[in-house]
Nanobody, 122 residues
Framework: QVQLAESGGGLVQAGGSLRLSCAAS????????MGWFRQALGKEREFVAI????????NYAQSVKGRFTISRDNAKNTMYLEMNSLKPEDTAVYYC???????????????WGQGTQVTVSS
């Protein structure tokens, strides 16, 4: 059974940066696409970014394109999300997730972490 654990969230001022990490165990990490999603209070969970199995392909939600960078280190079974130029509307719980498919759909991700809170103050 796979376990995913996010870390790196916190409180930051608008314009600041944070780096989230997602550590995976219990499954062959490099066999899966990995994604970041977020859920703001009272809203549905939404796609943020995805990275392919070997890290050669990435894709982003329009709202974060140019500000966020997704990456992975398969040797360390870890994925990252570098978040720059943060805005108050980026405030949410951020989740990492694992899928056998390169997809943006929440329903295609079967394994999820517990989430890490990111709060951006204005």
């Amino acid at each position: 059974q796979v376990q995913l654990a996010e870390s790196g969230g916190g409180l930051v001022q608008a314009g600041g940066s944070l780096r989230l990490s997602c550590a995976a165990s219990g499954r062959t990490f490099s066999n899966y696409a990995m994604g970041w999603f977020r859920q703001a209070l009272g809203k549905e969970r939404e796609f943020v970014a995805i990275i392919s199995w070997g890290g050669h392909s990435t894709n982003y939600a329009q709202s974060v394109k140019g500000r966020f960078t997704i990456s992975r280190d398969n040797a360390k079974n870890t994925m990252y999300l570098e978040m720059n130029s943060l805005k108050p509307e980026d405030t949410a719980v951020y989740y990492c997730a694992m899928s056998p498919y390169y997809t943006y759909s929440v329903g295609d991700f079967g394994s999820w972490g517990q989430g890490t809170q990111v709060t951006v103050s204005s």
